[in-house]
């Protein structure tokens, strides 16, 4: 009799460290895959953090010639002409200004890449003999002092668009008023907006 009671004590005692064992195991199992999925994460945040960071830098880094800069290039490439349009958009992802002008007999066009300021020129015409003499001048001239920037332009053209990202800018003038043409996307969804360069008044919207 005394050795079965002996027996089963020795039994329960062994399961009861069994048991204990296990649930060691399972304990530090579920610590250990604890961990790991702490440290995925860890790492997925660093690296959204790095992609986050990289697509910033790229934006920063998309514009750094200010038009001021780019009309300069402009003024030294061509003196005593008109500035007639410019233009600010991009060519296989680089941002181009593109300005044309005139004098009482000829066209011109100027590119300058907008991070280097690498200048080109594009083009060299004779005007149509009724565009001649400063009416080409007269009609098309557009002000480039005293307008708001192409940033300004473009936070404006957004909260008129109410979503979406200014990507493509366009000066111009017509009826004697300079102003910024500004494309905003979003999506598939595209909205040009009219912006006084001079007083900053919206004064078109058009959704494509």
Known sequence: MKKI??????????????????????????????????????????????LVESSSSAQNQA??????????????AYPDTTVTSVELDTSFGTYYYKIDGVDDTKEY???????????????EETLD???????????????????????????LAEKEAGKGTAEEWKLEQDMGITYWEVKVVDGRQEVEVKVNAKTSEILERSED
């Open 109 to 123: 066009e100027l590119s300058v890449q907008a991070v280097t300021g690498e200048v080109k020129k594009e083009r």
């Open 129 to 155: 003999r009724d565009e001649q003499n400063g009416v080409k001048k007269q009609e098309d001239a557009v002000e480039t002092k005293g307008i708001i920037s192409v940033e300004e332009a473009g936070r």
């Open 5 to 50: 009671i002996l027996s089963t004590a020795i039994l329960s005692l062994s399961l009861l460290f069994m048991g204990c064992s296990t649930n060691e195991k399972n304990t530090a199992a579920t610590n250990a895959s604890s961990a790991s999925s702490n440290a995925n994460s860890s790492t997925n945040t660093a690296t959204n953090t790095s």
């Open 63 to 76: 514009i750094k010639i200010t038009l001021d800069q780019a009309l300069e290039k402009y003024e030294e």
